[in-house]
Structures are given as C-alpha cells and as structure tokens.
T-cell receptor
Framework: GAVVSQHPSRVICKSGTSVKIECRSL??????MFWYRQFPKQSLMLMAT?????????EQGVEKDKFLINHASLTLSTLTVTSAHPEDSSFYIC????????????????FGAGSRLTVL | AQSVAQPEDQVNVAEGNPLTVKCTYS??????LFWYVQYPNRGLQFLLK??????LVKGSYGFEAEFNKSQTSFHLKKPSALVSDSALYFC????????????FGAGTQVVVTP
C-alpha cells in the first residue's frame, strides 16, 4: 500500500534557528501533499497544500514566510519552520493523496508518522 | 461548509465491552465520511470510509461505522474492545473537491481498561 515517510520524527532546536521537515511518498508519486499541525490533545489543523512545481497554498492565518514549503519533486515535500520560537513547538504531520479517488476500494489519503518539533 | 463534530472528549470502556465513538456531520451534497485512528506520537491510520451504498461500513481492526442520514451521524463501533484499541480517534470529512484536504473532528480519546 501507499507509504508516506517523514523525517525527522523528533527535533529539538534553539529559538531563532530554522528547522526542515521532509515528507516523502515512498511508492507512489504525489503531485499534491498536505501539511497539518497538531497541538497536544487537539485535532489536526490543515496548514497548507503543497503543489509539485508551483507555490504552496496556505490556509487562512498561516504565515507563509514562517512556514516555507517546497515541493520540488513528485515524491518530496519539505516544510521549513523559519526562525522558530517556542510557540512553534508542535506535532507536524504530512499527508499525500495516492491518486485513487474515494470510490475505489483504497484509502484516499496516506499520512506520515509525524514530526515533533520542540523549540527551546 | 463541511464539518464534523465529536461530542465526547474521552470514552472509557472495559475490555470486552462494546465501544462506540460518536460523530455527527454537517455537509452539503452527498456526505463522504472517514474515520482515522492515531496512536501516541504517530500519524493517522485509516480505519474506514463511507462513500455510498450500505449504511453499515466495515473497516480495519474489527471496527465498523453506521451511516445514519436522518440523524446525520456516523458513529464508529466495535463489538468487543481491546486494550490495544486505546488511542485517539478522528472523524473527518473532505473539504471541497480535493481528496487530500480534510476537516477533522476534535478527536475522541478512547481508553480501554483491562
């Protein structure tokens, strides 16, 4: 089945530094990937849609200059948290559409295992 | 606007007892409804979905969900809960035409005690 890999799974950084999180589709090509953010014991909030070869689409209230998204290939999207601050500490989860529509027997969306960012 | 609601923050059940996790929906047009499960520090795993057809949908790990149009509900059920079912469960609905953008419910923590 479709697999999405995220790296790193955990990262701790100092305030003011930038952190890059990678999201890879391992056995399928994904022209579109999605980045979610999850605070402790809360639901997932969609941050942005990553589009291969073009600019990402950000949800309302998400700072595009703070959360840089690059989708340079059909299997890789990266999220860079720039000048990270403690309030950016969160669990970031990416997902990718394997291309099969909901009427097929397959799952529509595959999620990565997530990346926990802690900013000191 | 498409949305789902999970009225319970937490559900406690003894192992072997039936488990129900509630979800109600508000969608325009035909509802496409999903259930995902999240284990600690992990991403989401797909359990099941309702697209069309039978109101009772069977999914992974012995879970099933019943689509009820009159009550706008899509409750997740398992006849006999296991301790390993303890996790965070999310009901979700796709946003717009994109099959990757989801609106998730607030999540329900399921605690199964031995």
């Amino acid at each position: 089945g479709a697999v999405v890999s995220q790296h790193p799974s955990r990262v701790i950084c100092k305030s003011g530094t930038s952190v890059k999180i990678e999201c890879r589709s391992l056995d399928f090509q994904a022209t579109t990937m999605f980045w979610y953010r999850q605070f402790p014991k809360q639901s997932l909030m969609l941050m942005a849609t990553s589009n291969e070869g073009s600019k990402a689409t950000y949800e309302q209230g998400v700072e595009k200059d703070k959360f840089l998204i690059n989708h340079a290939s059909l299997t890789l999207s990266t999220l860079t948290v720039t000048s990270a601050h403690p309030e950016d500490s969160s669990f970031y989860i990416c997902s990718a559409n394997s291309g099969q529509g909901p009427l097929s027997g397959a799952n529509v969306l595959t999620f990565g295992a997530g990346s926990r960012l802690t900013v000191l | 606007a498409q949305s789902v609601a999970q009225p319970e923050d937490q559900v406690n059940v003894a192992e072997g007892n039936p488990l129900t996790v509630k979800c109600t929906y508000s969608v325009s047009g035909n509802p496409y409804l999903f259930w995902y499960v999240q284990y600690p520090n992990r991403g989401l795993q797909f359990l099941l979905k309702y697209i069309t057809g039978d109101n009772l949908v069977k999914g992974s790990y012995g879970f099933e969900a019943e689509f009820n149009k009159s009550q706008t509900s899509f409750h997740l059920k398992k006849p006999s809960a296991l301790v390993s079912d303890s996790a965070l469960y999310f009901c979700a609905v796709p946003l717009g035409d994109s099959w990757g953008k989801f609106q998730f419910g607030a999540g329900t923590q399921v605690v199964v005690t031995p």
